[in-house]
């Protein structure tokens, strides 16, 4: 949606201060992993606050369960009233001793831009807004909106401090989502769901820009970043792409991709403030999702998955009315936290935060959603030399965006200002649990019909099973078949699979056919479901043709 047709849910206030000035050098050791809490549990008290809530009176009864969960977990946790103006909350927040030794600020209560200078803060916490940089030249809104300034401690428009918005307007809803998050946190539900990444993608482009080379780079690097154990399910809405199930089949299967759970479901193109972009419909074109849509989703809280939206005004939580991510957040079955831009997002900003987030979750395994994106956020704002890796990481998204991008003079303001147009809608001290390590040996090739034996070492007992996986779209596809049965073959997960159902921890070993149809590069997947925790591992695996 272009920004002038937002009027009705954007009324941008008052210019507000210009943004920061230009990005200062960030060593290397600014995006290490945060530090571990080390103060005593306490609610409140004397010792130093790692965790500072603001929280407007309306919402303090229905926060006690959350806080009284955070206090056992380790955090040392101290509640602050709202304020008028996010100037006014900042002020508290530092008053309060918001520090360097501080890892998380959640912020509890939703937030106009209408009252962005009064807001009521019986029941509101505001936002901060800031000029638009590069995005001003694609139609976005006068002012941007964003929390990260509230773990700013330094005013460079880099935080140093993980900040969350829980944007409730009740304390019904408030109890909804503290409940939500206990149970995410207390599941001990470790099926194939936390090893699975749900990626949908509409037809128009990446963000609001139509540029297919990035769009296509970027499905790659959500791709070949994760880790070769994690598998992902794709619906694409390109006319021509086999991830497209066809027009009658397209939302059931984005429905249904998202029942069957996901640790992560991203999101990647048009977007505004109460819907995705449009597809054909079998009556016409419809939107991938919409607020409406919600209800529909289904998830237990329990296996609930944490969503970004690479896409713009999604994340509009200072609308007039529930942004799409704020409704997906607060409803029964949807993602137990939503990452999504506030305003206009471009595609190169869009896929560099995608790959820290990735590379945060997945490679340095942090403990927390807000340390994960807080290390995205800063790698975000840094220069690829600058960060060990980073430039090989980067390179291929660096090299299109300069050639391609139609902002690839403002490539470095681009991602800083995306620091600031994305936001965590939800608990920034979510708790993310990891796989254990399982060693996998097998041969590197092998040939249709032939017995393939994997061997590895369980580290504790329970349900083993050892996949064959294609990589994405790498199955063998029908070229004759109904499209939507193409789409399945598209997605197919494995071509073989063994199971131990009892496995103790040791030594094993597992042989099984290679389906004749199977062909060509593949990874060999093994997993160990216990009562505890689960734990992976992968190894290559090339099927030569006959």
Not at 186 to 200: A, I, K, N
Request: glycine residues 10%.
């Amino acid at each position: 949606m272009h920004a002038l047709a937002l009027a009705a849910l954007l009324s941008a206030p008052a210019l507000a201060a210009p943004p920061p000035g230009p990005a200062t050098s960030t060593p290397a050791t600014s995006i290490a992993a945060p530090r571990a809490a080390t103060h005593p549990a306490a609610a409140t008290g004397d010792a130093a606050a790692d965790c500072f809530v603001v929280c407007p009176p309306l919402f303090r009864q229905s926060l006690a369960p959350w806080i009284e969960h955070r206090t056992r977990d380790g955090l040392n946790i101290k509640v602050l009233a709202s304020g008028a103006t996010a100037a006014e909350v900042l002020q508290n927040l530092r008053e309060a001793g918001l520090g360097p030794e501080a890892k998380y600020v959640v912020l509890v209560g939703d937030c106009r831009i209408v009252a962005a200078d009064h807001a009521d803060a019986s029941r509101e916490v505001p936002t901060h807004y800031r000029l638009p940089g590069p995005s001003a030249r694609y139609g976005t809104t006068p002012t941007l909106a964003g929390d990260a300034p509230y773990g700013d401690l330094d005013g460079d428009g880099i935080p140093e401090i993980a900040v969350g918005r829980l944007p409730v307007r009740t304390p019904e809803q408030l109890s909804g989502l503290v409940e939500r998050v206990i149970r995410y946190e207390q599941s001990s539900d470790f099926g194939p769901w936390r090893d699975t990444v749900q990626l949908t993608a509409g037809t128009g482009g990446f963000g609001m820009l139509a540029d297919a080379a990035i769009e296509s780079a970027t499905r790659a690097v959500l791709t070949s970043s994760l880790p070769a154990s994690v598998r992902t399910a794709i619906t694409y809405a390109a006319p021509a792409s086999p991830f497209n199930p066809g027009s009658r089949d397209f939302f059931p299967s984005v429905l249904r991709r998202y029942r069957e759970g996901g640790l992560f479901w991203v999101y990647m193109g048009h977007g505004n403030v109460t819907e995705l972009d449009r597809v054909p419909g079998p009556n016409g074109p419809r939107p991938v999702l919409d607020s409406e849509d919600v209800e529909l989703l289904e998830r237990p809280a329990e296996g609930a998955p944490i969503a970004l939206m690479l896409a713009c005004y999604t994340g509009a939580f200072d609308a007039s009315e529930d942004a799409l991510a704020e409704r997906m957040l607060l409803a029964e079955g949807g993602p137990i936290a939503v990452l999504a831009g506030s305003r206009v997002t471009m595609p190169y900003g869009n896929a560099i935060a995608a790959q820290g987030l990735i590379q945060a979750v997945y490679h340095e395994r942090l403990e927390r959603l807000g340390d994960a994106w807080l290390y995205a956020q800063r790698e975000l704002a840094s220069e690829a030399a600058e960060v060990e890796g980073l430039a090989e990481r980067r390179r291929l998204l660096d090299l299109l965006a300069g050639m391609l991008s139609p902002s690839a003079d403002a490539l470095s303001p681009e991602r800083r200002e995306h620091v600031h147009l994305y936001n965590l809608l939800g608990d920034p001290a979510l708790r993310l649990r990891h796989p254990g390590e399982l060693s996998v040996s097998a041969p590197r090739g092998i040939a249709p019909g032939e017995t393939l034996t994997v061997r590895g070492v369980a580290p504790h007992r329970g349900k083993l099973t050892v996949s064959i996986c294609p990589l994405p779209g790498g199955g063998p596809i029908d070229a004759e078949a109904p499209r939507v049965e193409r789409y399945e073959q598209a997605n197919c997960l494995q071509v073989a699979e063994t199971e131990i159902t009892s496995q103790a921890a040791g030594p094993f070993e597992v042989a099984f056919v290679v389906p004749p149809s199977a062909s060509g590069p593949m990874r060999i997947v093994a997993r160990l479901e216990g009562g505890d925790g689960w734990s992976v591992g992968s190894a290559p695996l090339l099927v030569r043709p006959n």
